[in-house]
C-alpha cells in the first residue's frame, strides 16, 4: 500500500519540461456547485487525488440545480481540454459523476454552446463483454504526460445503469 507521506512527495512532480503534476485539494459537491470559475481545474498525474474512487450522491438531498451547477461546469471543463469524457473525480470533486461528450461534436470540434452531451450520475457496471470479446485501443488521456501512450484492452459492450440530469 502506499502511504499519504509517499503520495505527499508526489506533489508538483515535475516529469518534463511540459508536464508538471498537480496537487488538488478535494472539493465537497456543494463546494463545486459554488465554484466561482466558470470550469474547474483538472488533476495531472500523480497528483493523488486521481486515486481516489468516487462517492455517489443523492440528488434529492442535494439539489438539481446544484446538480446542473456541476454538470454544466464538467461539461466545460471537458470542453475547454478537448476530453471525449471526464469524471468529476479528475477536477477533484467528490462526487461519482461522468461527462460523455457526442462523438460527432467532437469529430466536427464545434464550440461550446453549453448544450448536449451525456452525464451519468452514480454510474454502476451492469454487465461486461466477455474477455475475448475485448478490443484493443492504443489510448492517451488528459490527466497523464502527452508523451504517454497505451495499449490496453476495453470492453466491448458494456451495460451501465445511471442516474441522468
Keep these: 500500500a502506499v502511504s499519504e507521506d509517499d503520495l505527499s512527495s508526489l ?3 515535475v516529469y518534463g519540461d511540459n508536464w508538471i503534476g498537480t496537487s488538488l485539494s478535494l472539493l465537497s459537491p456543494q463546494e463545486a456547485a459554488t465554484w466561482q470559475q466558470p470550469s474547474y481545474d483538472m488533476g495531472r498525474w500523480p497528483d493523488p487525488i486521481l486515486r481516489r474512487p468516487a462517492t455517489a450522491i443523492d440528488i434529492s438531498k442535494f439539489g438539481m440545480e446544484n446538480m446542473k451547477s456541476v454538470a454544466n461546469k464538467l461539461r466545460k471543463t471537458a470542453r475547454e481540454n478537448g476530453a471525449v469524457g471526464l ?10 459523476i461522468i461527462f460523455v ?7 466536427k470540434k464545434q464550440k461550446d454552446d453549453g448544450e448536449g452531451g451525456l452525464f451519468l450520475v452514480n454510474p454502476t457496471i451492469l454487465e461486461r463483454s466477455p474477455e475475448v470479446d475485448m478490443k484493443v485501443w492504443r489510448e492517451e488521456c488528459l490527466v497523464l504526460p502527452p508523451s504517454f501512450t ?3 484492452l476495453r470492453d466491448n459492450i458494456v451495460t451501465v445503469q445511471y442516474n441522468n440530469i
Excluded: L
Aim: aromatic share 4%.
Design 150 to 152: 497505451a495499449t490496453v
Design 11 to 13: 506533489k508538483n512532480f
Design 87 to 96: 469524471a468529476a473525480q479528475q477536477c477533484g470533486i467528490d462526487v461519482s
Design 101 to 107: 461528450d457526442d462523438p460527432k461534436r467532437i469529430k
